[in-house]
């Protein structure tokens, strides 16, 4: 939650979310036109996008360097793409390739999947486990959970009665957050284990499109927003399973007070309170859009983020004790071409040495493995190096660019 990444009809464009009052434009490439998938490894410079006007294809880039990493087509069009420091996760509609982020081999095909026409998919970002959830079913509500590590199904959760509409992972790929497509109630489980930790009631009045869910990097809230004006955020009070890594930085002594209460109550009871009203609520001025939100600190100050899909970020200041209803305090827009961007103007990086045109243009065949470039801390190691898999297992990798953008902490 700490960069964006948008792709429109002109290509993409990447932004530092680290201030309230100035967005960051990080990279801007207008070499690729209807991009409608740009994923960002956390803070480095690899990229992966994929365009309308070859929804077949995915391209992963060095974007400081200007250079193709590699390409890979598929037998239909990609949906979505997730990725951490151990893996590449590319969904189509009826089967998930898992590649190995670190040289981007083609370790597993998961085939025979129930139609998934949304490219409905989490991976964790914690590498250390690399779950991965998707659709079991397309008629119920039930969560395939496979370990992209071991290679193995670990798992199926009954989420749910009807399909599933949205799924996410804490940071440290300890809780799942799921909806379904009434979009009325938003489940949380352990992982891998699958067991029912929270329930949330967003609203019994109207069935929505849950369009996005995440948690605090902390796993303390969970977000969720939908295709109505509402943004909701729950509080996970119950703290019964509460790990080392997941330590209660934003709750503070009511909080404390409040689980430690849940605690001594019937299951039923304490059932009831997790399922009451949201802790905090943001009321957009748009309804009817696509939005993306995240939760944040910013400048030491927890935030919430919306990004809408007409090209705006929404900041809001959240009361982390209180709650209630979020202030607005900031609105960026995305795509103007106006101040904003001669402000940014000396802050852009350098003419890349040649562009992505002509790096494509020299390799748009897709690569074998034999002969791919490796992906490395040096910035891709020789071409048909292929870095053993125990190599890349005693760390995380590190671009040589990393020390300029902070990394996140996983």
């Known amino acids: 939650s700490s960069s964006l990444a948008i792709g429109t009809t002109t290509g993409y464009r990447l ?196 369009s996005s869910l995440v948690f605090s990097m902390d796993s303390q809230f969970l977000c969720a927003s939908s295709n109505t004006e509402t943004v909701h955020i729950f509080k996970l009070e119950h703290l019964t399973d509460s790990r080392p890594e997941e330590p209660p930085t934003w709750s503070g002594y009511m909080g404390k007070m409040f689980q430690a209460a849940t605690n001594y109550l019937p299951a039923q009871v304490s059932g009831m309170m997790n399922q009451d009203r949201a802790f905090a609520t943001v009321r957009l001025n748009i309804s009817g859009q696509r939005n993306i939100c995240a939760l944040s600190t910013i400048q030491k100050l927890p935030r919430l983020l919306v990004t809408t899909s007409d090209g705006h970020l929404y900041i809001y200041n959240l009361d982390p004790q209180d709650g209630g209803e979020c202030v607005l305090i900031k609105k960026h827009s995305l795509l103007g071409s106006g101040k904003m961007e001669e402000d940014k103007e000396n802050d852009l990086q350098p003419p890349l040495p040649q562009s992505y045109a002509a790096t494509v243009a020299r390799q748009s065949t897709v690569p074998s493995t034999s002969t791919m470039p490796g992906y490395s801390e040096d910035g891709g190691a020789l071409r048909g190096e292929v870095i053993p898999e125990h190599e890349f297992a005693t760390g995380p990798v590190c671009l040589d660019d990393e020390n300029e953008f902070p990394p996140v902490s996983i």
């Open 15 to 210: 932004f530092s979310l680290s201030s309230v009052e100035q967005l960051d434009q990080v990279h801007e490439s207008n070499e690729i036109p209807d991009v409608y998938i740009v994923e960002r490894l956390f803070s480095s410079s690899l990229v992966v996008v994929v365009s309308h006007a070859k929804p077949q294809q995915m391209n992963v880039y060095h974007f400081k360097k200007g250079t193709e990493i590699c390409n890979y087509s598929y037998v239909s069009k990609i949906l979505s793409i997730r990725l951490n420091r151990q893996r590449l996760v590319v969904c189509l509609e009826e089967s998930i390739y898992i590649h190995n982020i670190k040289d981007m081999k083609l370790l597993k095909t998961i085939l025979d999947m129930p139609p998934n026409t949304t490219g409905l998919c989490a991976l964790s970002i914690n590498h250390a486990n690399s779950y991965l959830a998707y659709p079991g079913s397309a008629t119920s509500g039930e969560i395939a959970l496979y370990d992209g590590n071991t290679l193995k199904t670990a798992c199926a959760i009954p989420a749910h009665d009807g399909p599933l509409a949205a799924l996410a992972f804490n940071s440290t790929g300890s809780k799942l957050a799921s909806a379904s497509e009434k979009g009325t109630v938003i489940r949380v489980f352990s992982i891998p284990g699958g067991q029912k930790l929270y329930e949330f009631r967003r609203g019994m009045k109207r069935y929505v499109n849950i």
